[in-house]
């Protein structure tokens, strides 16, 4: 038993190892696009937004920028301000993607050209300080590369990107800070030969798409809009309007000389126009040091520098997992197998007393006769000996949990409708999570994917509903359950209903803010048809399967009829403080890979986290500490006689954060209740009781 229970974890690493030492290679395939001299490229608008808010907003929703003209430019197969299909992860993620009136033509450069002269009134005046002040990004997409701000490293050895360019920027010099807007905007766009036919042909690819923003004042714009000298440090173009002539300032200046009015005084429908002019150059240069296929590296540069951190994270990972592996080595390869040696193989368990079974002697016998004719005193001396030496022993060394073989395979008394449906939904995140995690390393999973991630895993969970109703069903009949079909329900409906029911109701107070963060009411619809139409039904048909086919798991122990008194335990086993103690062990494995995951998520929304190899050994890692940690912690608690008797953006960061501490939650539990679950029945089909 000790041999089938060892986790050999150096196993683990060398392929987890082997997975990250393999870098998720990004799949170009069919996607390669080529273009030939003077060929049109479409330039795509899509959204802005921040590291210091939730909140995203369309490109084109926006009241300061030029409008979209709606005229078919050349490489556009429709007008400007054309909706781009999105899939649905584009969607989730608050992706706006919409064609564009800028022209590119590949290999002709562009000095300056004027887009559009735009009139502002004050309340777009101020909406742009806004979104200045907030440090707001934009994103437009060339190619399928999103423009990029150029950076580079600390050493000046090698440059990296960032996506997005900055919207503005803010002057603390003088008294009050000022905003300006960038309204010129200079495109590189990088090339190189292409690959094969192609590349025979004329044809060049594009691999770097970088924007260098820059604000220009209207004084210092000739009469075609352009600025006189791009390469002068011009003023810049601030976002203000002169107040009201009937302002309490401009009537008696005298009492306002140290003071400033903010943004937001005012009258803003007073038809006062701020003229933002906005211009771009394009320019073309040829970079045969990056191949088509890493074009997407530059964007992860930034990431090398912290890989010592990530290897730190494996090391502690490794080292937590070693030590547990140790304790579990001990408890199966020591104390639990002497425990069970402890017990003749002849003797069974019953009641707390073991009782020996010694053959009876066959009634026809001579020695039986002889027995049979000894006299009264002879018969005394048996009776004497058997108050010393009785069939059921009392216990003196049969205690801790092998006193439980009665109780541990009882049905809990609360929670038992509730636990198959959550234990069934963390099989579907576990399998969902698997499968992301694969897909990932092995490089389908990749930034040019855009919003594959989402989509892929909002597939993966849907079909995993015939895993969740499999595991549900077998577990609930494993109860004694009765109405499979209403386990079958809560299980299709318990989970993915409190998400659906959290993701709309923060989606009423996004959509008053008139974010593209906010889901239109088609991807609810569809959301809602994927759950009710393809998930439902696969649980109902992994229920049906496990609950009328596959038939409960077999318990090694009868159930006793009276339940066992639970005694007086130590602090640390009791109600939650147990729970805390056993969870702080796996989280001390994972949580530096943690803390990067929540960054790109949450805060360094202009990077990419794509250091899967990392986060593949970590999650392994995980899985082999929560298998560990189950096992020592079911032991100690068995030992223990302890047996179960029974305001937006905001809003946004702390719901989402929950949602996904609360999964992540439900994930890790699902495979501490199965590893508990196979952990007793082994133990205690080792051990023989009536």
Known sequence: MHADFRIRLWHWVVIAVSLSLAEAFYIPGWAIKSYKDDEAIPLFVNKVYSDRSQMQYAYYDLPFVCPPSGTVHDGHTSSSGHNKHLNLGEVLRGDRIMTSDYELSMGTDVECRLLCSLEVNRRGVQRARKLVYDDYVVEWIVDNLPGATSFVTTDKTRKYYAAGFKMGYMDFSERRPRYFINNHVTLMVRWRKAPGRAGRQGGKVIVGFEVYTKSVALGSRGSTGCP??????NSGMELYMAPNSTSPENIYPESFHSYTPPAEEGDLDDGQTLTIPYTYSVYFRED???QWANRWDPYFVN????????????????????????TVAVVLGRTIRGDIKGIPKEDAIEDGKVKRKRKAASLGS???????????????????????????????????????????????????GLLPPLVGSGMQLVFMAVGLLGLSCLGVLNPSFRGGFISVAIGLFAFAGVISGYFSGRLYQDFGGQNWKKNTLMTALLVPGLIFTLVFTLNLFVWAQASSTALPFGTLVALLSLWLLVQLPLVFLGSWYGYMRAGPWEHPTKTSPIPRQIPRLAWYIRGTRS????????????????????????????????????????????????????????????????HIQGFVSGLLFFSYSFVACALYGLL???????????FIRRIYGAIKAD
């Not at 912290?306 to 140790?326: G, Y």
């Not at 998520?601 to 899967?612: A, C, E, H, I, L």
């Not at 890790?668 to 196979?678: D, E, P, Q, R």
Request: charged share 20%; glycine share 8%; proline share 2%.
């Open 668 to 678: 890790t539990g699902t495979v501490g209740f199965l590893t508990a679950y196979a």
């Open 579 to 642: 729970a805390l103690l056993i969870g702080l062990i796996p989280f001390a494995a994972v949580f530096i890979e943690l803390l990067f995951v929540f960054r790109s998520v949450w805060q360094d929304k202009s990077g990419y986290y794509y250091v899967f190899g990392f986060l593949g050994i970590v999650s392994i890692v995980l899985v082999v500490t929560v298998i560990e940690v189950t096992i020592v912690a079911i032991y100690f608690q068995l030992c223990a006689e302890l």
């Open 228 to 233: 006189s000298d791009l390469q002068e440090n």
């Open 288 to 290: 045969d040091t990056v």
């Open 366 to 416: 001579p020695k039986s006769a002889e027995k049979s004719v000894g006299g009264l005193l002879d018969q005394m001396d048996g009776e004497k000996d058997g108050d010393i030496s009785s069939d059921e022993e009392s216990l003196d060394d049969i205690t801790g949990w092998k006193l439980l073989h009665g109780d541990v395979f009882r049905a809990p008394s609360y929670g038992a």
């Open 303 to 326: 990431q090398d520098d912290s890989f010592n951190i990530h290897w730190l994270a494996i090391l502690n990972s490794v080292v937590v997992a070693a030590l547990l592996t140790a």
